[in-house]
């Protein structure tokens, strides 16, 4: 059955350190999408590509955050430097198109800022 | 006031039991409506969604939307251990692609 992938799946680092996050969305789905979900909260959309492009980065803090999507498949998220209040579980989806209700969720990577 | 209201809960039900879950809203531009379950440490996964009005089932769940009252309803039947999860609802209106999450509610369903 084909899977969202995630790595790593844990992240301890430090604040003001460098952390990147991965993402391979199911083949053939055009639509990715990064949210960030806040331990007893539910997830907040950071970004979304159709394909190499960023459709909505509206929520993404970018002084700090950046994401790519070079050739339109898997995905990078990049915080420098990471803040305390980064700590989240940040969870990477992809859709067939952009618009369906069905979005399929990788496992996350769970971020702890020291 | 967020957009999208849930009780965190946790609502802790015996086996075999039926559950109810709630969420209310404030957009009267939502019109999609969705059920997400999480395991601990795993990603969402769609449970059902349904459009306007109406209720819609799937098996032991139903959804239910009552759009007049800004409210919307998953039902489970004859509840089992490995139901145990948060339920996330969500929605969007139809201008756009991104849904609104709750902030989850907590079941534990014990044998």
């Known amino acids: 059955e084909a899977e969202v992938a995630q790595s790593p799946r844990y992240k301890i680092t430090e604040k003001s350190q460098a952390v990147a996050f991965w993402c391979d969305p199911i083949?053939?789905?055009?639509?990715l999408y990064w949210y960030r979900q806040i331990l007893g909260q539910g997830p907040e959309l950071l970004v979304q590509?159709?394909?190499?492009?960023?459709?909505?980065d509206s929520q993404l803090p970018k002084d700090r955050f950046s994401a790519e999507r070079l050739k339109g498949v898997d995905s990078t998220l990049k915080i420098q430097p990471a803040e305390l209040g980064d700590s989240a579980m940040y969870l990477c989806?992809?859709?067939?198109?952009?618009?369906?209700?069905?979005?399929?969720f990788g496992p996350g990577t769970r971020l702890t800022v020291l | 006031q967020k957009e999208v209201e849930q009780d965190p809960g946790p609502l802790s039900v015996p086996e075999g039991a039926i559950v109810s879950l709630n969420c209310t809203y404030s957009?009267?531009?939502?019109?999609?409506f969705m059920w997400y379950r999480q395991y601990s440490r795993k990603g969402p996964e769609l449970l059902m969604y349904?459009?306007?009005?109406g209720n819609k089932e799937d098996g032991r769940f139903t959804a239910q939307v009552d759009k007049s009252s800004k409210y919307i309803s998953l039902f489970i039947r004859d509840s089992q251990p490995s139901d145990s999860a948060t339920y996330l609802c969500?929605?969007?209106?139809?201008?756009?692609?991104?849904?609104?999450f709750g902030r989850g509610t907590s079941l534990i369903v014990h044998p």
């Open positions: 989806a992809s859709s067939a198109q952009a618009g369906a209700n069905e979005q399929f």
């Open positions: 083949s053939g789905h055009a639509t």
């Open positions: 590509f159709q394909d190499e492009s960023v459709v909505d």
């Open positions: 957009n009267s531009a939502f019109q999609y």
């Open positions: 349904t459009y306007s009005s």
């Open positions: 969500a929605m969007r209106s139809g201008g756009s692609y991104i849904p609104t």
